[in-house]
């Protein structure tokens, strides 16, 4: 079974710029998490999605948006980027979203100069 | 404020030797613990999880501790292998259907021959 897929793999954006990154689910999976990955703050969690709804947020300004559609891939969208938005995005999958485990795409290594 | 902190950013252990990874947590709240494993490039693999009914869970060379009073949690690799050297990051979940994992800042673990 083909893992999570995230595209594109690198983007190189300019501050004031907007960006959407795109993730594919592991097939039959439902749930789709997004994560930013910095070194200074490590992983934190940005959004869930389940059946095209977003169940749960984290602490991140209203910049920072995304959906999901029938197919229960997600886009996530960036607007008005930052130098501190430079950073490796992740998309985890799972089954349903009271599921236990995640598992993660490669990411999408995002840097805005 | 970190709920999940992973105070040793790197260990070196020889090969053949038992590595562990150690977790503290702030929260009373997380339920469900987990650990992923972390090479460059990539996004982090599931290894091992443990519900906070438990106090070990086993699987192959990969052993996780939780000890609830003392909020810690430990991942025990036994024996070490070459190719377990990579960044490992422990995560938590709340309980009550929040699905964000909330992560540490990782262990760059070495393996040395």
């Known amino acids: 079974k083909a893992g999570v897929t995230q595209t594109p793999r690198y983007l190189i954006k300019t501050r004031g710029q907007q960006v959407t990154l795109s993730c594919s689910p592991i097939s039959g999976h439902r749930s789709v998490s997004w994560y930013q990955q910095t070194p200074g703050q490590g992983l934190q969690f940005l959004f869930e999605y389940f059946s095209e709804t977003q169940r749960n947020k984290g602490n991140f300004p209203g910049r920072f948006s995304g959906r999901q559609f029938s197919n229960s891939g997600s886009e996530m969208n960036v607007s008005t980027l930052e130098l501190g938005d430079s950073a490796l995005y992740l998309c985890a999958s799972k089954v349903l979203a009271g599921d236990d485990t995640q598992y993660f795409g490669p990411g999408t290594r995002l840097t805005v100069l | 404020d970190q709920q999940v902190k992973q105070n040793s950013p790197s260990l070196s252990v020889q090969e053949g030797r038992i590595s562990i990874l150690n977790c503290d947590y702030t929260n009373s709240m997380f339920d469900y613990f987990l650990w992923y494993k972390k090479y460059p490039a990539e996004g982090p693999t599931f290894l091992i999880s443990?519900?906070?009914?438990?106090d070990k869970n086993e699987d192959g060379r990969f052993t996780v501790f939780l000890n609830k009073s003392a909020k810690h949690l430990s991942l025990h690799i036994v024996p070490s292998q070459p190719g377990d050297s990579a960044v490992y990051f422990c995560?938590?979940?709340?309980?009550?259907?929040?699905?964000?994992?909330?992560f540490g800042k990782g262990t760059h673990l070495i393996i040395q021959p």
């Open positions: 443990i519900s906070s009914i438990k």
């Open positions: 995560a938590a979940r709340l309980g009550g259907g929040a699905d964000g994992l909330t």
